[in-house]
T-cell receptor
Framework: AQKITQTQPGMFVQEKEAVTLDCTYD???????LFWYKQPSSGEMIFLIY??????QNATEGRYSLNFQKARKSANLVISASQLGDSAMYFC????????????FGTGTSLTVIP | DAGVIQSPRHEVTEMGQEVTLRCKPI?????LFWYRQTMMRGLELLIY????????DSGMPEDRFSAKMPNASFSTLKIQPSEPRDSAVYFC????????????FGPGTRLTVL
């Protein structure tokens, strides 16, 4: 089974609007971390935001927030007030303790912000 | 800290040649990961190390690929002989130990095998 599933290959959003990128995960571990990365067309992988499995509050970092629903095993990224510079590929990732603390990445969602 | 350092940033070589990619992780990080990214296959984990010891190399595509981590501050990924289908961006990333620590990626090496 896929550890991380991103079901939206591509998304479009109007500038200044909010957008939600979906991510579901699969783990039997109780301790895990959820991460989102941004990859612009220049190619670098940029860490955006993190949520721990025991965190009760949703993580926020500026315009990014992580909508964490533990029972549904979802960790959606919400970008508020989209900007043209948000156009990029977005990857959801999970790290648990099995089998050896490795990271699991989704296939990514390509976000295009329309002016 | 300078972040994860990879060299070279770009490599163009001919089929059959040996290619060596280098990575310097962030000081103090005890995990190091090598990934390959292509349009067709996305981001693939090739191998990762914990405290310089390879933990899982099941992602290494074939025997032509090998990786070493002789010390905590240096790792190499070698392809010998290289083939055109090895053309990709190769990322190195490092992290601290726990499940709550993010990975920090290097800028990547864009490899083109002609």
């Amino acid at each position: 089974a896929q550890k991380i599933t991103q079901t939206q290959p591509g998304m479009f959003v109007q500038e200044k609007e909010a957008v939600t990128l979906d991510c579901t995960y699969d783990t039997s571990d109780q301790s895990y971390g959820l991460f989102w990365y941004k990859q612009p067309s220049s190619g670098e992988m940029i860490f955006l935001i993190y949520q721990g499995s025991y965190d009760e509050q949703n993580a926020t970092e500026g315009r990014y927030s992580l909508n964490f629903q533990k029972a549904r095993k979802s960790a959606n990224l919400v970008i508020s007030a989209s900007q043209l510079g948000d156009s990029a590929m977005y990857f959801c990732a999970m790290r648990d303790r099995t089998p050896g603390n490795q990271f699991y990445f989704g296939t990514g969602t390509s976000l295009t912000v329309i002016p | 800290d300078a972040g994860v350092i990879q060299s070279p940033r770009h490599e163009v070589t001919e089929m059959g040649q040996e290619v060596t990619l280098r990575c310097k992780p962030i000081s103090g990080h005890d995990y190091l990961f090598w990934y390959r990214q292509t349009m067709m296959r996305g981001l693939e984990l090739l191998i990762y190390f914990n405290n310089n010891v390879p933990i899982d190399d099941s992602g290494m595509p074939e025997d032509r690929f090998s990786a070493k981590m002789p010390n905590a501050s240096f790792s190499t990924l070698k392809i010998q002989p290289s083939e055109p289908r090895d053309s990709a961006v190769y990322f190195c990333a490092s992290s601290l130990f726990t499940a709550y620590n993010e990975q920090f990626f290097g800028p990547g090496t864009r490899l083109t095998v002609l």
